[in-house]
Nanobody, 117 residues
Framework: VQLQASGGGLVQAGGSLRLSCAAS????????MRWYRQAPGKQRELVAA???????NYAYSVKGRFTISRDYAKNTVYLQMNSMKPEDTAVYYC????????????WGQGTLVTVSS
């Protein structure tokens, strides 16, 4: 199983970006999917999460601005980021908890998001 993230880039403050993360492989079921971010000199933090049943959870700093969603048929999770701020600048990582012959954690490769003021 592999996670491939895409959609990062440079955006001005107040702008929008959409990140995508697709899981590839076969014979697995995806449980939780999440987005984390890590800014320079800071610890990785949870940004948003969505359960298999579609229940979502957000960090306080992004609530009302970011929306996480998933396409079950495509095994893909999205992060729609609106009203972006310079403090949203970070490398964003997708995460998936996957059931195969056990339960495993997978991470995408990270995609850089830069918000200019």
């Amino acid at each position: 199983v592999q996670l491939q993230a895409s959609g990062g880039g440079l955006v001005q403050a107040g702008g929008s970006l959409r990140l995508s993360c697709a899981a590839s492989g076969s014979g697995f079921n995806i449980n939780d999917m999440r987005w984390y971010r890590q800014a320079p000199g800071k610890q990785r933090e949870l940004v948003a999460a969505i359960t298999r049943g579609g229940v979502t959870n957000y960090a306080y700093s992004v609530k009302g601005r970011f929306t996480i969603s998933r396409d079950y048929a495509k095994n893909t999770v999205y992060l729609q980021m609106n009203s972006m701020k310079p403090e949203d600048t970070a490398v964003y990582y997708c995460y998936a908890q996957i059931s195969l012959d056990g339960t495993y954690q997978y991470w995408g490769q990270g995609t850089l998001v830069t918000v200019s003021s």
